[in-house]
């Protein structure tokens, strides 16, 4: 079946602008996860959502930052006034929802601010 | 955030060799995963673990919980190359934030 898809793979940005990131989970789950990967980091947790609620979003390094995911299932991380230090991998994830299940990740986009 | 400090930052081994690696945290956790990331792809689970003491097993991969709480190690017998990869801890505190360490970069010499 199909897996998690991010699009787009890659984005090159300016400083200042404004971009979407797109993540379709897998059908029927309702969890979904946005990550951010710096390089030779390990992911970093921004939001999560339970449905169409971001049941936590403490992750969000500050306001420029948001995620909506309107139907509960498509995810779309929306980043404002884009500084260089935005540049990274956004990773998505989404699992069944309950607690211990496995969270399947897309193979992220790579955002790059100039 | 949770600070996971994971060891070795990077492993070199010859092909046939075991491999151990492990994650530390000041945290105590309620749950430990450990994921494997290939270039280009999003991190994939490996083994989970729910319980202090736990050990589990995955074909060549054996993975405990440390009785503390705050550690877990990864090991991995008889190597090949298809290991070769970024091998990521990461642990859940509870609720549903989950916090990964730095990650183990392992190459495999033929």
């Known amino acids: 079946g199909a897996g998690v898809s991010q699009t787009p793979s890659n984005k090159v940005t300016e400083k200042g602008k404004y971009v979407e990131l797109r993540c379709d989970p897998i059908s029927g789950h309702t969890a979904l996860y946005w990550y951010r990967q710096s390089l030779g980091q390990g992911p970093e947790f921004l939001i999560y959502f339970q449905g169409t609620g971001a049941a936590d979003d403490s992750g969000l390094p500050n306001d420029r930052f948001f995620a909506v995911r309107p139907e509960g299932s498509v995810s779309t991380l929306k980043i404002q006034r884009t500084e260089r230090g935005d540049s990274a991998v956004y990773l998505c994830?989404?699992?069944?929802?309950?607690?211990?299940?496995?969270?399947?990740f897309g193979p992220g986009t790579r955002l790059t601010v100039l | 955030g949770q600070q996971l400090n994971q060891s070795p930052q990077s492993m070199f081994i010859q092909e046939g060799e075991d491999v151990s690696m492990n994650c530390t945290s000041s945290s105590i956790f309620n749950t430990w995963l450990w994921y494997k990331q290939d270039p280009g792809e999003g991190p994939v689970l490996l083994i989970a673990?729910?319980?202090?003491?736990e050990l589990t097993s995955n074909g060549r991969l054996t993975a405990q919980f440390g009785i503390t709480r705050k550690d877990s190690f990864l090991n991995i017998s008889a190597s090949i190359p298809s290991d070769v990869g970024i091998y990521f801890c990461a642990g859940q505190l509870g609720g549903n934030q989950f916090y990964f360490g730095t990650g183990t970069s392992l190459t495999v010499i033929p």
């Open positions: 673990l729910y319980k202090a003491g």
């Open positions: 994830a989404s699992s069944t929802g309950h607690p211990y299940n496995e969270q399947f």
